[in-house]
C-alpha cells in the first residue's frame, strides 16, 4: 500500500479520552520517524457525544493535549436503544464519506458498540482496543458492548493475558488477537508530571496519604435509592475519620436529587464537582484508599499501588486483584474493609506487565503489520 493508513479513531465518553490522545500521539510519533517505504498513518477522530458537559469531555481534550474532534456527532443522552441508533445513523455517513482502511474503537461504551456495529456492516475493518475483558455479568450494559464489539472486530489488541485467554474461549482466531498492554497507563505515565503539579489537594485542603478518593455512577449501584442512600451513610461515616473527596458523576447527581438524598455537612465529606483527568491522576496517587465501581480508577490505582476497593460483585479487570492493589467489595463489607486497610500498608501489590506507556506505538506496529 502506497498511500497512508487511513485511520478512523472513535471516542464517545469520558473513559475513551485517555485512549484516543495516546493513539493520536503515536500516529505523530510514527508518521515523524517512519522509515521510507512505510506509508504511515493519516488519522481522523470522531466524538460522537455521547459525553457532552464541558467536565465529561472538553476538559479532557485540554488536559490531555487531544486535537480537536474532526466529526462531531453530537448525539447526547437517551435510552440505550435511541442512543446507539443515534450514533449508528449519524456514523454510518462519516465512514461512507472518509472510507478508512481501518476504524478503531476503544473500551466498552455504547458509542464503541455502536460504531463497531456500522463499520462492519460495511464491510470496513475494525480494530477493538482493550478487547476481551469480562465481567461475565451481562446486566452490565458494558458487558453487552464488549461482547458485541469482539464478536465484529478483525483486530483485539488485549491489555492482558486474561483477556487474551477470554477471546480464545469464546472461538475467536489466535491470529487476530494481540497483547499490547494497557493503553491507559500510556496516558498516565505521559501526564504524570503534570499531574502531579496540579494543584488540587491545596484547592481542597487535603493531604497526601490521609484523605480518600470516592468516584460512584455505575447504573447498579447509583440508580436505587436504598443503595445509594446506604454508600452515602457510609461515606459521612468515613468522614469523621479523614476527608473524603466525592466528584459527583451527572448520573449521580440526577439520582442523589431524584432520591431526596442529601448528606449532612458536618463531617469531612466534599462533594464536587466531576474532575479533570491531571487532577484525577492526583488524587489517585496520593488518597490513602481509592473507593470506586469505575473500571479506569481500578487500573489507575494498580499502577500506583493505591489501595482501592470497588464497589462491585465482579470485575472485568481481574488483573488489578491478582497482581494490583484492587480488592471487591460489598454495602455490607465496605466499613470492615476500610478499616482493614487504614491499619495495613500504605502501597499495595505490582504493575502487571506490559503497562509500560508503550501500549499505543505496539498497536500502530500491529495495524501497519495487518495491513500489509
Ligand atoms: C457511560 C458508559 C459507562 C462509563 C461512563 C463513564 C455506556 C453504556 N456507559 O455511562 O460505561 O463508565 O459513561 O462516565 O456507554 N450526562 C450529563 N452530561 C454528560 C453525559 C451524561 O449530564 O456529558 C447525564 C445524562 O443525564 C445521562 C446520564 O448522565 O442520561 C448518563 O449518561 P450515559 O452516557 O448514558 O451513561 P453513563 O452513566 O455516563
New binding site residues.
Partial sequence: MSHPIRLLLVA????NFMKVAPLMKAVDTYNGCKTSGSPGFEAFLVHTG????T???QAFFTDLGIPEPDVNLDV???T?AL?TANIMIRFEPVCEKLKPDWVMVV??????MACTLVSAKLGMKIAHVEAGLRSFDRSM??EI?RLVTDALADLLLTPSEDANQNLLREGIGASKIRLVGNIMIDALMANLEKAEASNVLGNLKIEPGRFAYVTL???SNVDNPEKLGTFMLELERLGKFLPVVFPI???T??MLASFGIRTNGANQLRLVEPLGYCDSIKLTESARLVITD???LQEETTFFGTPCLTLRPNTERPITIQLGSNRLTTLDQLGTDVERILQGPEKLGTVPPLWDGHAAARILHHLAEGIE
Fill in positions: 464517545g465518553a469520558r473513559p455521547q459525553h457532552y458537559d467536565q465529561m469531555s447526547g443522552s437517551g440505550h442512543q473500551g466498552d461504551v455504547n458509542s464503541t450494559p458494558e458492548n455512577h455505575r447504573p458523576h451527572p448520573r447527581r440526577r469505575s473500571g479506569g
